[in-house]
T-cell receptor, first 110, second 113 residues
């Protein structure tokens, strides 16, 4: 089976940088995804890593280390609108759907 | 290109009634996934379907729950004889293939009274 661990809550100051970690245990591994969800809203896709290294998309970057079964989401120049829940998700093989972590609730404060 | 559509957005049912949740995937997407989310919790996978086939239903309770994705029309998640514990947000997602990112619908918030 698969399991994921991520912090339940993180608080950071507007304009700062925050890193949300995710460790996983899977019987097979295909890729690590990150999703953002605002209160009352639907999850939206942020990034995907299948290979080791850093993927950058604007203010958001995602990192993966397959050997460590670890990844993180990095948010730079935090804005108040970044306050949301962030979920990491893994696919254990090419034919299995995503398994989501329980989410990290990010609060951005002034 | 319209996104994933779900209806109804809110559904109230009394205990023992049936709930039918509909999901129309994005155009060109043949893979549909249903998730359940309880307040303050993550998304829990329920079922994965392709047109006319259930591929993985390992996350769906064996009793009272069923899902279909017919050749024509939306995917349906059906909950029979609802109980209070079924109250949750149910999200549908679609993707063009299993390896692609999933696009989520706005969800159906089911309340069982």
């Amino acid at each position: 089976g698969q399991s994921l661990e991520q912090p339940s809550e993180v608080t950071a100051v507007e304009g700062a940088i925050v890193q949300i970690n995710c460790t996983y245990q899977t019987s097979g591994f295909y890729g690590l995804s990150w999703y953002q969800q605002h209160d009352g809203g639907a999850p939206t896709f942020l990034s995907y890593n299948a290979l080791d290294g850093l993927e950058e998309t604007g203010r958001f970057s995602s990192f993966l280390s397959r050997s460590d079964s670890y990844g993180y989401l990095l948010l730079q120049e935090l804005q108040m609108k970044d306050s949301a829940s962030y979920f990491c998700a893994v696919s254990g093989s090419g034919n299995t759907p995503l398994v989501f972590g329980k989410g990290t609730r990010l609060s951005v404060i002034a | 290109n319209a996104g994933v559509m779900q209806n109804p957005r809110h559904l109230v049912r009394r205990r023992g009634q049936e709930a039918r949740l509909r999901c129309s995937p994005m155009k060109g997407h043949s893979h549909v996934y249903w998730y359940r989310q309880l307040p303050e919790e993550g998304l829990k996978f329920m079922v994965y379907l392709q047109k006319e086939n259930i591929i993985d239903e390992s996350g769906m309770p064996k009793e009272r729950f069923s899902a279909e994705f017919p050749k024509e029309g939306p995917s349906i998640l059906r909950i029979q004889q609802v109980v209070r514990g079924d109250s949750a947000a149910y999200f549908c997602a679609s993707s063009p293939s299993i390896q692609d990112e999933q696009y989520f619908g706005p969800g159906t918030r089911l309340t069982v009274t």
